[in-house]
C-alpha cells in the first residue's frame, strides 16, 4: 500500500480487506442472530414447516442478482457503488435518483434499528432481572456506533469479526444441540415436500426471507478499500448470499425439528419471541438462553457498525461528486476514515432517535418498524434497478463477457426481484403491524425520494452543468484506491464506458478507460 504524498489530502485505507473482511461487514448487517430469533417464528408461523425453502428461494434469487451485479463490477471503478451502476446502465438521472434512494435506504435500515437496540438490551435486562430504559440505551448505541466508525475499517472489521462468530456460534449451538438429540420426534426432512412448501403463507414467508438478506449487496461499497477488488468484492458477494440463505434455512429447520413438525406452528402462534429461547432451553441448557440474550444486543450492534460504514461510504463518494457539501468528504488522517460524513449521520440518528422518544413512541413497534421499512424497500428498489442497469451498460461497451452474464442472469433477477418486492409490498402490514393509512405513508416514502432525486439531477444539470457531467464518472489513474482497470476488447466504434445515456464519455486518459 503506497503512502499519499506529503502535500496530498489523506485517502481511505486502500488494499486493507480481504475477502473475509468485506463478507464479516456484510453479513453483520443482516443481523443473522437477530433475524433468526426475532422474525423467524413469524415466518414458521405464517408458512408452515415449509418455511427453511423460503430463505433458499431468497437466497437463489440474489445469487441470480449476484452474477451481472459482480460482472459489472469488473468493470466499474466509481466508489459510488450502486448509484454508479445505475446511473453507467440507465443514466445520469436515474443514478442521481438512485443515490437518494441508497441514502433513505442505508439510514432507514441503520437509524430504525437503534430502537431495536433499546428495545433488546431492556429485553434482556429484564430476562436477566434489571429494569433499564431504552433511550440511554439507544444514545448510548449512537455514540458507540460513532466511535467504530470514526477508527479505521480494518479495526471495523476486526469486531464484526468477532462478534460475527459469536452471534453465529450460538446458532450453530443450538442446532448441534437439537441434531445430537435428534430433535422431538426425530429428524424429518418432510416439511421441504412441495405440499408444504406450496401453501397460501409461502408468499409471507418469502417476503420476511427477502428482507432477511438486506444489506448483502453492499460489498461493493469497499472496493477502495479491498484488496485485488476485481476478485475480493464478487467472491465476498457469493459468499455472504451463500452463507446466509444456507445458514438460515439450516436455523430454522432446525428450530422445526426442536418442536416437531406437528406442534411447532403452535408453539410459534403461543410465544414467537420465546421460541428460539425455548429450543436452546430445552436442548444445550438455561445459561445458552441467557447468552443468546445477551449475543441478540451484540448482533445488533454489529448490524449498526456495519450499516453505519457503509452509510459514510456513500455519503463520502456524494460529497466527492459534488451532490453533498464538500465538508462530508473528509478523511480522518490517521484512521483513513470518513468522520466527518460519520458525524453528520450520528446526528441524524440522535435527531430521529429523540423524535420518536419525545412523540412517545414505542422504540420496537415503531421507531424500527416504522423507519426500517422504507430502507429495505429503498435498497430492494435499488438492487432492481441494478439488475435492470447490466444488460444496458454492457451493450453500450466493448467487452468478453457473455450473454449469460450480461443478459440472461440480470433479466431473471430483475423480473424475481420485482417480484420480491410486490411481495413485500403487498404483506407491508406483517412487517409494520401499523394501519393502513400508516403503511400507504411508508409505501410512498421511497418513490417519493426517488421523484426528488430526478428533480435534483434536473436542477443540477441546469445550474452546476460539471457537477452533472462528471456524476458516476470512472476515476483516473492515480486516483487513491483505484487499481487498474479490467483489460476487454477495444472497438474504434464502441461507446466507451464511461459514457452514460443521456451525456458523452467523460474525457479520461487511454489508461483509465475500461
Aim: hydrophobic share 50%; glycine share 10%; net charge neutral.
Amino acid at each position: 500500500m503506497s503512502a499519499p504524498a506529503p502535500d496530498a489530502p489523506p485517502g481511505l485505507r486502500t488494499g486493507t480487506l480481504t475477502t473475509a473482511d468485506v463478507s464479516f461487514f456484510v453479513v453483520s448487517a443482516a443481523a443473522p442472530l437477530t433475524v433468526m430469533a426475532g422474525v423467524a417464528p413469524v415466518a414458521i408461523l405464517l408458512g408452515g414447516v415449509g418455511a427453511p425453502v423460503g430463505y433458499l428461494l431468497a437466497g437463489l434469487t440474489l445469487t441470480v442478482f449476484a452474477v451481472g451485479f459482480t460482472t459489472m463490477s469488473r468493470h466499474v471503478r466509481s466508489a459510488g457503488a450502486f448509484y454508479a451502476y445505475i446511473a453507467r446502465g440507465l443514466g445520469t438521472p436515474i443514478g442521481i435518483a438512485a443515490a437518494l434512494v441508497a441514502m433513505l435506504g442505508y439510514n432507514g435500515m441503520e437509524i430504525g434499528v437503534y430502537g431495536l437496540l433499546g428495545s433488546a438490551t431492556s429485553d434482556t435486562a429484564a430476562a436477566l432481572g434489571h429494569d433499564v430504559p431504552w433511550l440511554p440505551v439507544s444514545l448510548a448505541g449512537l455514540l458507540l456506533i460513532w466511535y467504530g466508525g470514526h477508527r479505521s475499517i480494518d479495526f471495523g472489521a476486526k469486531v464484526l469479526g468477532v462478534l460475527l462468530v459469536a452471534e453465529t456460534g450460538i446458532l450453530v449451538l443450538l442446532a448441534g444441540g437439537v441434531l445430537l438429540d435428534g430433535g422431538a420426534h426425530g429428524l424429518s426432512l418432510g416439511g421441504l415436500a412441495p405440499a408444504h412448501v406450496l401453501t397460501g403463507g409461502t408468499a409471507a414467508v418469502l417476503a420476511f426471507a427477502f428482507a432477511a438478506f438486506t444489506g448483502f449487496e453492499s460489498t461493493v461499497i469497499y472496493r477502495r478499500e479491498a484488496r485485488d477488488p476485481a476478485r475480493t468484492i464478487p467472491r465476498a458477494t457469493y459468499l455472504a448470499v451463500a452463507f446466509l440463505g444456507l445458514f438460515y434455512a439450516f436455523v430454522v429447520w432446525t428450530v422445526i425439528q426442536a418442536f416437531g413438525e406437528d406442534e411447532v406452528v403452535r408453539a410459534a402462534a403461543d410465544d414467537p419471541g420465546g421460541l428460539f429461547f425455548a429450543a436452546i432451553t430445552t436442548y444445550v441448557g438455561s445459561w445458552a438462553a441467557d447468552l443468546m440474550h445477551v449475543l441478540i444486543v451484540t448482533s445488533v450492534l454489529a448490524s449498526l457498525l456495519a450499516f453505519h460504514n457503509a452509510i459514510n461510504r456513500y455519503t463520502l463518494s456524494l460529497a466527492e461528486e459534488g451532490v453533498l457539501p464538500k465538508a462530508l468528504g473528509r478523511i480522518h488522517p490517521r484512521h483513513r476514515s470518513p468522520y466527518v460524513a460519520g458525524a453528520a449521520q450520528t446526528a441524524l440518528g440522535a435527531l430521529v432517535v429523540l423524535a420518536f422518544a419525545l412523540a412517545g413512541a414505542d422504540p420496537y413497534q415503531q421507531l424500527l418498524l416504522w423507519v426500517n421499512t422504507p430502507g429495505m424497500l429503498g435498497l430492494m428498489v435499488l438492487q432492481l434497478l441494478a439488475a435492470l442497469a447490466v444488460p444496458f451498460f454492457f451493450r453500450r461497451i466493448p467487452h468478453d463477457e457473455g450473454v449469460l452474464r450480461t443478459v440472461v442472469a440480470p433479466a431473471t433477477a430483475f423480473v424475481l426481484l420485482a417480484g420480491a418486492i410486490a411481495l413485500v409490498a403487498g404483506h407491508v402490514g406483517l412487517f409494520t403491524g401499523a394501519s393502513p393509512a400508516v403503511n400507504t405513508v411508508l409505501l410512498s416514502v421511497t418513490p417519493a425520494v426517488f421523484l426528488l432525486g430526478l428533480l435534483l439531477a434536473h436542477r443540477l444539470r441546469r445550474t452546476r452543468p460539471e457537477v452533472y457531467a462528471r456524476f458516476a464518472a470512472e476515476p483516473s489513474t492515480g486516483t487513491e484506491g483505484a487499481e487498474p482497470p479490467c483489460p476487454h476488447p477495444t472497438s474504434s466504434s464502441s461507446t466507451p464506458a464511461s459514457a452514460t445515456p443521456d451525456r458523452p464519455a467523460t474525457p479520461l486518459s487511454p489508461s483509465a478507460t475500461d
